[in-house]
């Protein structure tokens, strides 16, 4: 058997043995000396020049073009800042697609990833653990008893509670193209907005253009996401159906990569003008209409409790009622 590539190798310590395009990616990235390089990390600048017999200075200095690029992530240690590969898939998806020169030949690379190797391997991904590691958190307005909403599923007192706030590009989006949503709607908080303030890939906002965006979100039919936990989290993404990295590889294949909220949609049908804005704005086909009954109704199974429908209704027949105990969130 033939000796495996730098680049190969790489694809495996991110958890994607065996993909054809990863490689490529990570090619397009950094060149075989670097790529050994990355392959000796986790280094601090010395250690990577005596493990790979170069001048500190050059170590130093490709370890600055690859945290700008996203293929490493930095932490300060007593013993200087040290460098690590990106953890995993996510990760490098994540970062690299941010590195601020990246070329349109890129994108579409990941795109031809994101279509032709990831529904697999995302199946790997929901086999491997017990819960996914996002969950859906409901536009607040839409729920009918505002006090059953506990801080860590409610948008706004994230926001309201972060010291640094940033925003980033929607990297699936940036890749995918497949909608017109709004791109800059990311929205990192605590250490994720260091990073990326630190890296130059986010943009600072206060806590009231951090809630407008939320806002400009919900309007535009994105759905809000954050870490399946209930503490320290650090991003509220705004996810489309189309192009994002978990959404379609649910509604297509039914992998399930990321939890549903804790709540439920349902449709007061004495309210209901049987209009069909909400059939078209719900990303998982739970609504539709019955024709008898001229009302809308929820299929309970489906709903993944968003409320992008309840934003759309001329009616206001639209409440998200708690279906789920709190204990549905992990602590940690
Ligand atoms: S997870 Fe959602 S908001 Fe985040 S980058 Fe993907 S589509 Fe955009
Ligand atoms: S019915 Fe659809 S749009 Fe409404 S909350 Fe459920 S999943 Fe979201
Ligand atoms: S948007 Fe409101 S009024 Fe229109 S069909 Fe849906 S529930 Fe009925």
Redesign the pocket.
């Known amino acids: 058997m033939s000796e495996k590539s730098v680049y190969e190798k790489l694809a495996e310590k991110i958890m994607v043995p065996g993909s054809v395009r990863i490689p490529k990616l990570f090619a397009m990235l950094a060149d075989e000396n670097e790529a050994a390089m990355l392959l000796a990390l986790p280094a601090t600048a010395s250690e990577l020049a005596a493990k790979m017999n170069i001048d500190p200075s050059l170590a130093e200095k490709k370890l600055a073009e690859f945290y700008h690029k996203g293929l490493a992530f930095k932490s300060v240690k007593p013993d200087g800042v040290r460098f690590r590969l990106d953890r995993d898939i996510v990760q490098f998806h994540d970062a690299t697609i941010l590195w601020p020169e990246a070329p349109k030949a890129y994108f579409a690379l990941w795109q031809e990833f994101m279509e032709e190797e990831w529904p697999a391997y995302a199946k790997i991904v929901e086999s491997a653990i017990p819960k996914p590691f996002t969950r859906?958190i409901?536009?607040e307005a839409?729920v009918s008893a505002k006090n059953q909403i506990l801080s860590f599923e409610s948008a706004k007192e994230l926001i309201e509670s972060a010291k640094v706030i940033c925003v980033t590009k929607c990297t699936c989006r940036l890749i995918a193209g497949k909608c017109d949503r709004p791109i800059e709607v990311c929205l990192q908080i605590g250490k994720a907005a260091e990073y990326n303030l630190d890296r130059g890939t986010g943009r600072r906002v206060t806590q009231a253009e951090a809630l407008q965006i939320l806002k400009d979100s919900e309007e535009a039919g994105l759905?809000h996401v954050t870490m399946n936990r209930s503490a320290d989290m650090h991003f509220i993404c705004n996810c489309c159906g189309c192009c994002c990295i978990a959404m379609p590889v649910m509604i297509k294949y039914g992998t399930r990569m990321t939890d549903?909220?804790r709540?439920?949609?349902t449709i007061d049908p004495d309210a209901c003008q049987a209009c069909g804005a909400?059939v078209d704005?719900?990303?998982?086909?739970?609504?539709t209409m019955d024709e008898e009954n001229n009302t809308a109704i929820?299929?309970a199974d489906?709903?993944?409790?968003?409320?992008?429908?309840?934003v759309s209704c001329p009616a206001e027949a639209?409440k998200?009622v708690e279906s789920r105990p709190r204990e549905f969130i992990p602590a940690a």
């Open positions: 859906i409901p536009v839409s759905m549903p909220s709540y439920l949609a909400c704005r719900c990303w998982f086909t739970a609504i929820v299929a489906k709903c993944m409790g968003c409320g992008v429908c309840q639209i998200l």
